[in-house]
Nanobody, 129 residues
Framework: QVQLEESGGGSVQPGGSLRLSCAVS????????VAWFRQSPSPEVWRERV??????????YYADSGKGRFTFSADDSGNTLYLQMNSLQPEDTGMYYC????????????????????WGRGTQVTVSA
């Protein structure tokens, strides 16, 4: 079982930056999808996958909303995942969650949030003037 714990959220002004971290404990081999999801303040919106990767592949996924502004990375040990967020805008506001899903192909990484099995508790990001 994989445990995840996020940190690094906060309040910033539009145009600011934050780096979120996700500490991973438990055994995370390369047969996993890992991702950052955002839960917006609107309860009608499902958690949106904003960035992620299938650990067997060098390909990184970014939602259109974050392309060119967000960067997903991991340290060499794979024990910490990061989401660097630049040029933040008010619409980036939300609770950000780190998640993992055991998978054997990168296509499984596009599963909706309700199908992902390991979650952290989230870290709040607020962007306002």
């Amino acid at each position: 079982q994989v445990q995840l714990e996020e940190s690094g959220g906060g309040s910033v002004q539009p145009g600011g930056s934050l780096r979120l971290s996700c500490a991973v404990s438990g055994y995370l081999d390369n047969a996993y999808c890992v991702a950052w999801f955002r839960q917006s303040p609107s309860p009608e919106v499902w958690r949106e996958r904003v960035a992620g990767s299938f650990l067997r592949s060098p390909i990184t996924y970014y939602a259109d909303s974050g392309k060119g502004r967000f960067t997903f990375s991991a340290d060499d040990s794979g024990n910490t995942l990061y989401l660097q967020m630049n040029s933040l805008q008010p619409e980036d506001t939300g609770m950000y969650y780190c998640a993992a899903l055991r998978a054997y192909s990168r296509h499984q990484c596009s599963k909706p949030s309700r199908d992902w099995t390991s979650w952290g508790r989230g870290t709040q990001v607020t962007v306002s003037a």
